[in-house]
């Protein structure tokens, strides 16, 4: 779902791109809400680890592969307005370091990537959330059925744009149909990776996976024959809860980052290296027939490998580690500055205001 520069027109990604910034903006505010001293430094781990996992395509059907998009993993992780700002950083340093997406496409992609599948993926984990058990089942299955409407409502989005924007004339129906059939297919893909994150998260730290937050429902207590919510002291799962909350995280980031490492390093070298969805219906409609040169072909990191390094495999496994490395520096320093600014508001709200005498 990268769109390089050349598939949409200016005016368009002009839009798209005011749209993303938009986007971005009120997603810096709401962050601030979900983002705390523990939750800050995971945010950037799970940029990283999604941009390691998208180094990791998986065959779909014949000569075509998929990979993990992340909006629905993000957004149930770490809620969905820090979800938007970690796709939105992976897609930057794919673009900006690898030459993955276009440039002048970047407000297009951050469109398609992070916004709409945080948003739809979101709203039906939450509306599935609400009507399943209250059981950290129910969350696994809920994430699983996000993240699989999610990557075709993007594929959707992406031949919207298309329809208003696009630079080739293919008729709009063979697109829809094209990109919607493949890229249910990878919705499985996305689906089953998400659901098994969450899943192993949900089984060792559950208090840090905010679309589980609540899930055991409080105490009640009977008293003069009705039910009432038992006090916080009185309540078992508020005290086991109170522990795991003052857990460290320095574990759960550290086997995050290994894991990020190991994935981009060694594991990419095994991807699929067929085209991905996108780029086999752009090459069998031809949608591409205008694709230009991305600005950071020259890139040392360009196409996932570093330049001068001539073995395949250390090449592509140093970038996915820089990859790994730059993704989680920029992330954690947007999410603490992020939670800085939060936790300053406070104090400048409680300053006393200057008496005119």
């Keep these: 779902m990268h769109v390089p520069d ?17 986007a971005v903006a009120v997603s810096l505010r709401g962050a601030r809400r979900e983002l705390d001293e523990r939750t800050a430094p995971l945010a950037g781990l799970v940029a990283a680890f999604i941009f390691a996992v998208q180094m990791l395509n998986f065959p779909v059907a014949a000569g075509t592969s998929g990979h993990l998009l992340g909006g629905a993993l993000a957004a149930i992780l770490v809620g969905p307005w820090t979800g938007v700002l970690c796709v939105s950083v992976v897609l930057l340093m794919q673009s900006v370091l690898f030459a993955d997406g276009g440039l002048t496409a970047l407000g297009v992609n951050i469109v398609n990537m992070a916004v709409v599948t945080v948003v739809i993926a979101y709203a039906v984990f939450r509306g599935l959330a609400r009507l399943l058990p209250r059981t950290r089942r129910s969350v696994t299955v809920a994430a699983f059925t996000g993240a699989l409407v999610s990557v075709p409502a993007s594929a959707a989005a992406f031949t919207l744009m298309y329809a208003v924007g696009g630079t080739t004339d293919v008729p709009l129906g063979k697109v829809l149909t094209a990109m919607l059939g493949v890229h249910v297919l990878i919705g499985i893909g996305e689906a089953a990776i998400t659901a098994a994150t969450v899943g192993a998260v949900l089984a060792v730290r559950p208090d840090l996976v905010h679309g589980a937050r609540g899930l055991t429902a409080p105490l009640k207590l009977r008293v003069g024959g009705e039910l009432v919510d038992a ?127």
């Excluded at 050349?6 to 990604?13: N, Q």
């Excluded at 078992?236 to 894991?259: F, I, N, Q, Y």
């Excluded at 990020?260 to 969805?277: C, E, K, N, R, T």
């Excluded at 040169?293 to 001539?310: C, I, M």
């Design 6 to 22: 050349g598939f949409i027109d200016a005016p368009v990604s002009l839009a798209a791109g005011a749209v993303a910034a938009g």
């Design 231 to 357: 006090p916080a002291a009185a309540s078992p799962a508020a005290a086991a809860a109170a522990p795991a909350a003052a857990r460290s995280t320095k574990k759960v980031w550290g086997a995050g980052l290994a894991t990020a490492l190991v994935l981009a390093g060694i594991v990419s070298f095994y991807a699929s290296a067929s085209p991905d969805g996108l780029e086999k219906v752009a090459a069998d409609q031809g949608i591409d027939q205008n694709v230009t040169e991305h600005a950071a072909a020259g890139s040392p990191l360009a196409d996932y490998g570093v330049k001068d390094v001539d073995d395949a495999r250390l090449s592509g496994g140093l970038a996915g580690v820089i990859g790994v490395g730059a993704t989680v520096a920029v992330g954690t320093g947007v999410f603490w500055a992020v939670r800085r600014r939060r936790a300053a508001a406070p104090d400048r709200a409680a300053a006393p205001t200057p008496s005119a005498g």
